[in-house]
């Protein structure tokens, strides 16, 4: 590790700033707390506030350079092992904006891992960009979807000869990591860059028994959910340029997508928070996630003990679209007890206030973070999810497999964006069969979308997504979350 990896110059200059009482003669109106409202300072204090200075701060973002915040994006950049890192306050939503704006300059077409985050449908939307989608793997068993395979995306970019990116997801929500090497010698020996949406693994660069990460692995764009398990505070998170990026994505325009999808007064204490995390990461992150992944085992042991109650775990590697298995998630699959996810997750929060990341019919994901100290909160969880399996018992015909696959996605009739930005109208959900979406659709959780943005509806897709309402989850992107009515593109007749 370069010793430089201790330092961190964003917030030392930060926290500089805020020590020698400056005359504050600009935003925010706070001026460093003063002007705070009391609630505010009693609850996130005097110092958080006195740190939350705008972006082009001298000393800090402008002056001589490289300034601290180009230190603190250059310390990322070489801990992460990328050509060149951008800092994001907008968390990986942003990065995914931004990533498909970067590839818009390349051209219109993309291949993209259907089970992609809303942010990357958003970003279809604001590029205009027209998406061939390419099936992850469903395990029938688990009813969760995981990773795309090479084979699936040579088969899609060989259907799509005009695109110029394929974009894919890993780890999943699950823990499920793809073989980001075989689906870059896929991409790269057509000409195209490989985007890895790797919202779930910024900590795998840190650690060498963990599955290897996206751009050692050989991926060219990288979109890192800092704040989710590494650490840093909510909101902020990384784009990552691959080493090898070459002239398959050009750095300029990733830093105008970049500019262009931020806030003008991006919050200071998110940029802080990532310099923190990194050090962090660079330094203790192996003895950290040793901790951590260690005392998970312990947990996912003990659960797997449990009378009904099973874990996903590096057993799950080999599967269909599962190349490793990333164990900093604790994913515990209730197919046999006598409750749905969807029941047990208020079960849990009633016995113990266990609040989870993610539930739905039979797994419950409960997510750690790389620098918890203290791992009670895995104990608790044993001793809730004991307790919720003792109250609800064993599910009678062994282990529940009700898994229903979704129905094929629809024809994409227009892109995302025109759709997006066509004539519209609200139908009842009966009368929208057969009409072109205007909206997403993505039963959630986990927010994988059923219905895109200029793809036609299908009976067969309305009465899924019914289903999983009346199954206790939810529908993103949907103007009436109950699905009572549909907002549809108002097609006008040819000729
Ligand atoms: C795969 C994936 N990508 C991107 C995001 C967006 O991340 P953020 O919440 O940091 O904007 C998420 C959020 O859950 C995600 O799961």
């Known amino acids: 590790m370069d010793e430089r990896q201790r330092s ?11 020590r020698r009482d400056p005359a504050r003669l600009h935003v925010p109106g706070h001026k460093g707390g003063q002007g705070a409202d009391e609630g505010l300072i009693a609850a996130i204090g005097e110092r958080a506030l006195s740190m939350d200075v705008p972006a082009l701060t001298h000393g800090i973002d402008v002056g001589v350079e490289p300034t601290p915040f180009e230190q603190a994006q250059e310390l990322a950049a070489q801990a992460w092992g990328a050509r060149r890192t951008w800092f994001l306050i907008n968390g990986a939503s942003q990065g995914n904006i931004a990533a498909g704006l ?37 395990d029938e068993q688990l009813g969760i979807a995981h990773c795309l395979t090479p084979e699936t995306l040579a088969d899609r970019l060989d ?19 793809a073989d980001i090497r075989g689906l870059a010698a896929v991409a790269h020996e057509r000409g195209v860059p490989l985007i890895v949406d790797e919202a779930w ?41 691959g080493r090898d990026a070459g002239e398959l994505i050009g750095q300029d325009t990733v830093d105008r997508a970049v500019t262009l999808t931020e806030s003008t007064s991006p919050n200071s204490l998110l940029f ?55 164990p900093l998630r604790l994913a515990v699959d209730v197919r046999g007890v006598a409750a749905s996810g969807y029941e047990l997750a208020p079960l849990l929060r009633e016995i113990g206030d266990i609040n989870l990341e993610l539930y739905g019919e039979n797994v419950l994901v409960a997510v750690f973070g790389m620098g918890e100290r203290d791992l009670g909160e895995a104990a608790r969880l044993v001793e809730a999810l004991a307790e919720a399996a003792r109250r609800v018992g064993r599910e009678p015909e062994g282990e ?16 995302p964006r025109e759709a997006y930005l066509g004539r519209q109208e609200v139908v009842p959900a009966d009368a929208a069969v057969g009409r072109i979406a205007a909206e997403s659709l993505a039963t959630y959780p986990p927010g994988i979308p059923n219905v895109l943005p200029g793809e036609r509806l299908s009976a067969e897709t309305l009465a899924y997504i019914r289903s999983t309402l009346e199954q206790g989850g939810s529908v993103r992107g949907a103007s009436d979350r109950r699905l009572r009515t549909v907002r549809v593109v108002v097609e006008t007749p040819a000729g």
Request: hydrophobic share 50%; charged share 15%; glycine share 8%.
């Open 102 to 138: 970067a590839l818009a300059h390349r051209g219109s077409e993309v291949v993209v891992q259907r089970n992609a985050h809303s942010s990357t449908i958003d970003s279809l939307v604001l590029s205009g960009m027209r998406p061939t989608f390419a099936a992850p793997e469903l």
């Open 159 to 177: 259907q799509t000869p005009a695109a110029v990116g394929a974009w894919v997801i890993s780890p999943t929500y699950f823990g499920a990591v």
């Open 201 to 241: 693994g910024a900590h795998m660069a840190f650690s060498d028994a963990l599955p290897e990460h996206a751009l050692s692995a050989g991926a060219d764009l990288v979109i890192s959910s800092t704040h989710k398990i590494v650490g840093s505070l909510t909101q902020s998170a990384m784009l990552h340029l």
């Open 400 to 415: 529940r497999v009700r898994f229903a696959a979704p129905p094929p996605w629809g024809e994409l009739a227009m892109t």
């Open 8 to 18: 961190t110059p964003y917030l030392d200059a930060l926290a500089a700033y805020a």
């Open 272 to 326: 802080a928070s990532l310099d923190a995390a990194r050090r962090q990461a660079a330094v203790h992150g192996g003895e950290l996630l040793a901790r951590t992944t260690a005392a998970l085992a312990r947990a996912r042991q003990q659960i797997a003990e449990i009378d009904g109650l099973d874990v996903l775990d590096e057993r799950m590697a080999g599967r269909p679209g599962v190349f490793a298995y990333d």
